[in-house]
């Protein structure tokens, strides 16, 4: 009866490996096309996880990790395009991230169910807007600004995205599937306003960046090997049932 178990625990081991945890999804960042060039080589530090939050909603992780590259730089403004099949319309950011209400993870004053997934010291600000993106303008279709986080200004731009830090705001009304949808269709655009650009001849510049679409990983098949030591498991438990009548 022991063999017969060891041999059932074997298997139920194999399984459990092959099971995975939902993640977020990262979205990188992209230089504006005929706008600043000045920051163009931090567009590759720059991301955004999306993701399911546990209390409902989605949590939206705003990063930088430009540390090894013009360290003094940091995310002053997040900008938000919102559209229904391409047009900007009045209830866009309704259909899209479920109305106004998010809930801003700031590390400065009182803490929010957003505070744990940021990192760093910040105050942000956040709401509707119309706001200017700069560059906006160079983008097809041009950038309109319907939603917007800003950092409250305080020892200098110190309560701002510095670089290793991340930001994390939770949209509380908002789907999952329709802020994915969204971003990969071009229905949804967020814009990232980089300040404090400091390497090479460049001092203190600024620059602008729009998220791009995200590219899933391939799935990797179950090799050959894993289904070989499914089955060896399955026949094994079987013999070792039969050894013990």
Do not use: C, W
Not at 54 to 62: A, E, I, K, T, Y
Not at 90 to 103: D, E, K, M, V, Y
Not at 203 to 212: I, L, P, T
Request: glycine content about 12%; overall charge neutral.
């Amino acid at each position: 009866m022991i063999k017969q178990l060891a041999a059932h625990s074997t298997l139920a081991v194999v399984l459990t490996g092959l099971s995975t945890s939902a993640q977020a999804t990262t979205f990188t960042f992209n230089n504006i096309t005929n706008g600043d060039t000045v920051g163009d080589p931090l567009a590759e530090f720059l991301t955004m996880d999306v993701t399911a939050a546990s209390g409902g909603g989605v949590l939206f992780q705003f990063k930088n990790s430009s540390s090894n590259l013009a360290s003094t730089s940091f995310i002053r403004q997040i900008f938000f395009d919102t559209r229904i099949k391409g047009v900007d319309q009045a209830n866009s950011l309704t259909t899209i991230l479920g109305g106004t209400t998010a809930t801003i993870g700031n590390t400065v004053g009182s803490p929010t169910s957003a505070t744990p997934f940021s990192t760093g010291t910040l105050n942000f600000t956040g709401g509707t807007s119309t706001g200017n993106f700069s560059q906006g303008n160079n983008l097809s279709p041009n950038f309109t600004t319907n939603f917007e986080f800003n950092r409250v200004q305080g020892a200098g731009n110190s309560r701002a995205i510095q670089p290793g830090e991340t930001l994390a705001v939770i949209f509380s009304n908002a789907t999952l599937n329709t802020v994915l949808d969204a971003l990969n269709g071009g229905d949804l655009r967020v814009g990232y306003r980089l300040q404090g650009i400091d390497f090479g001849n460049v001092r203190d510049a600024s620059d602008a960046y729009v998220n791009g679409i995200h590219v899933p990983a391939r799935p990797v098949p179950v090799p050959g090997l894993m289904l070989g030591i499914l089955a060896a498991g399955a026949i094994g438990a079987k013999r070792l049932t039969k050894a013990a009548r």
